[in-house]
């Protein structure tokens, strides 16, 4: 499989040049647009990888997922569920307009910005220091390796969060969020800023393909109902407005970071992690999606 | 199977009281709410039933799904692409605004009402009179029967399907249109009145569900990337602007008509057809929704 | 006055050069874009003139004013402005956005398409032959002259005015319209078709600046609460979305049409008509509303 | 004329009961909403008054009526209008909508709330507190007296103006506003709480009336061009999405503001000021604005 995985990574090579690598927060613009790698995790914990599959990068918004999953298991689906949609979105990842006129001032889901912002507020922790532990040793332990945060980028998004911080005061001043808005958006950009490789993003998906089960004992980590939901949702809102096509062509639940990460979940079958700091206009790292094209269509991944 | 399936209607009769039939065309308030029916056919053909699968109802948007299919093997899916997207759609089944503010004009989908407008012009014939032959004989051998149009209802949409009008003259003044706008009308709300009863949406479910294969000679009736592609298109639109909350709930593409049918298609494993005339707020039959739930719970069907 | 206004036709004539001819319409592509012409009506009727005062062009849009104040007249202000409302629009002239997502399905203000057919509505006819008659019959006593349409130009409308005609249908399906939909758009592309020239809008102007009374007689021929409420509306929505600016820039109520033509009314001093079937980006005559800077300066006529 | 403005008040009176206080802010809460309060000013400083008429309330949207007239004296209207439009709006006072999809980022106009504070980014001053100063004082050379601000207020519109807070965020991120968000908000929130009465208010008025000359000694306080583009924008958005109908049946360029008070100027003739601080469902005060119909109609001071 490894040579399989290396011949795709080639192949899509050249898909890195057509992309660019985010620079709406300073410090993510310095990333290497050339970069490409690959993870695969089989249910068994077995990786499979090619390319830069061990550089590392921010996890940005595949942090959602880990968030919307810890916030379930605290909360459970039914409490979040009043404070936030599973629409999808069909604009940019963190537009004002989303929130402002659809749903009744309720976030669209939990992978756009402002959905992801409620969901902090529902995982357990009597400060946003506690919550941050709780947050990095859930992704920690769904990944299989100690994670920290890349300072440098932690800084940049704070210093630049302006819209953000918009979407959160917007939302303060419509009694969506209570809590205090500086330190609601302090964890939020410490979470963005977790690094990781495409190793620890292949095993956190093999996690889930695996019904939320530990690959090593098949302990229960998190509960079979709880995966469903948060890939039903990555299905239909995972890769911004590009989840539509991205069905079409690839077919599997998947959640994209603007720090070029992409999760994909076969359930069943085996957990993916590509990494690619050149983006598309829709903020989906275009060498990923190809390297996800060409692995679906190979091993059949496809659930459509 | 069969007294399982009989149980679960009698489980979700109540919910029937909890809707109400669609209006907005007058013959089709004319349907009895409390009607509630199912058929699953599994890939051999073998039919199991339950409830008011016997009884006829008007396909309507249903047919959006086997215009597309046919389409797509009349045309392709490059070319029909560059005219209608695979935007999920988050307001209402055939808004105007839909149209007007996204995707420069393009209709956000094939399965909302301006989409599947422009989906039939890509289905071949040289007049609307043989493209209505095409399609009926295509609908006809998937579900396995000659089909027939219901005519109160066919003229009951014509009358007052106003809001259709709007949008295909709006198209047509955008240039998305070109053809004689009545003559296309006439087209859509005669392939909306064809009746069928619960055993035809499921065997089509079941021939998606087989890859486009005939169930008993296996011989390919629609190229396996078609079905793909309708499949993820469903996945994420199919159920109008709760197709986020379905994928949450059952986890199967399905398709929704407000005459009160959903097909619902669980691939290499079987088809289900459901019927229940009386309809939640977002259009979707509620007694349907309640079947499908309880099905896939009870056979494990979701994808995710 | 004669000679000052000629100066100024000379002035402005190379901003004919910076727009553009009406193309929507084939008909109205055929103008010739260099003409430049205006009249000044004084409320004792005698008029000055300069430039193609005397050339004809269709009335398109200002025609709205008049339907409204016969509709006025007919019924009264507190019955249209519950169909009606007077808010201004900040989108283009035929917007669909408009219609659907403000004020509750009302057309915006009489002035826009939306609102303009529904206008129409309201004035008296026991059939829309009978109002085409009452509406030319107002618009020549208004005018001073027998009026007639421009033949090539209201079959041209018929054929090619879907987006009216989406406009229509829609106002249809929402209950806003009960009439027979192409009857009114047949009687609306007939008003728009009816041809004017400068010095007939300039007399219009001077009936409303001089209160609704007659020139010659001051006999009332409008009530001057009439004439308010649509100059009123003219301040706030009478340039598309240019209406803004046109009131710092000049400062009077106006309408403009897209035949080029753009009437002004100086209440207690004089009417004003111009044409220039160049339009800019908004769909206003670009050597018209030059001619209305000069003009409005040169006499200190803003009435802000 | 005293004695005709104390008979208005009295018949105005149960209007009051129909409107409610602005409770947005905490503190404006605390008004009575029974107060009704006028004062006309004629241009040679005469004054007339009745009710209320020297009972304080804070300034609010008023004052931007003052920051941009300071604002166009420093910088110029050509400078201005290339970040801030001249557009009516047909939202609430503070939408985010508003400044989202119109007008290309730019706020529609210097009289909704973004407007408002890009404004005050033009008014000379090293920095903010100096900018404050150069405000209240031209507020007081306007109105006659030395200003001061109601704490309270002040510091309840700090804490709680997370919509405000939004919205300057939002124009941070989109580049439109480059200087320290919280320190402009401060500035924004002090100058909303400027103490004021209906004589201050109507003396201003009176001011713009008199094409900016002092009314004791004619010495020219602003250019008159800079009144007119004032008084433009004011007929078109000074009372909110209220402005059509306020055009209609008063006819006067004005502008309200949540503290209850309505500054309207009938250019050569007088200022007015109301204040009444129970508020219409658009943020207008209810018997305010009944006050000034009446006022229009008994002196014919409609500019239409």
């Known amino acids: 499989m490894n040579s399989a995985l290396q011949q795709m990574v080639r192949d899509c090579q050249s898909w890195t040049d057509k992309g660019k690598v985010a620079d709406y927060i300073p410090e993510l613009s310095k990333a290497n647009p050339s970069q490409l790698g690959v993870s695969i995790t089989q249910l068994d914990g077995t990786e499979f990888y090619a390319g830069n599959s061990r550089d590392l990068f921010t ?27 599973v629409l999808p979105t069909i604009r940019g990842f963190n537009s004002i307009l989303e929130l402002d006129i659809e749903n009744e001032h309720k976030p669209l889901n939990p992978f756009i910005n402002a959905g992801a912002m409620v969901t902090l507020t ?6 946003n220091d506690e919550k941050f532990s709780r947050v990095i040793n859930f992704m920690s332990q769904m990944m299989g390796e100690e994670l920290s945060i890349n300072e440098a980028v932690y800084q940049s998004e704070r210093e630049t969060g302006n819209r953000n911080r918009a979407l959160a005061y917007y939302m303060k001043s419509t009694g969506i969020l209570t809590e205090d808005v500086e330190s609601l958006l302090d964890l939020y950009f410490k979470i963005c800023s977790v690094q ?22 098949e302990m229960s980590l998190i509960k079979p109902y709880h995966c469903r939901v948060a890939k039903a ?17 690839v077919g599997l639940p998947a959640k994209s970071g603007v720090g070029g990460g992409i999760m994909a979940i076969a359930s069943g079958k085996m957990g993916i992690g ?5 983006l598309d206009t829709r903020g989906n790292s275009m060498g990923g999606w190809q390297l996800l094209e060409r692995i679906s269509d190979h091993y059949q991944l496809s659930i459509y």
């Open 59 to 85: 996890i940005q918004s595949i942090s959602k997922v880990s968030n919307f999953l810890l916030a379930l298991e605290d909360k459970g689906y039914e409490a979040l569920k009043h404070q936030i949609g």
């Open 122 to 127: 529902f995982i357990k922790g009597k400060n």
């Open 233 to 249: 949702i990555m299905a239909n809102c995972g890769m911004y407005d590009a989840s539509g096509e991205f069905a079409v062509k």
């Open 196 to 217: 990781v490789h495409c190793g620890h993003i292949s095993r956190f998906a093999a996690v889930l393909a695996n019904q939320g089960r530990d690959l090593n004992n």
């Open 274 to 278: 590509v990494m690619g700091p050149a």
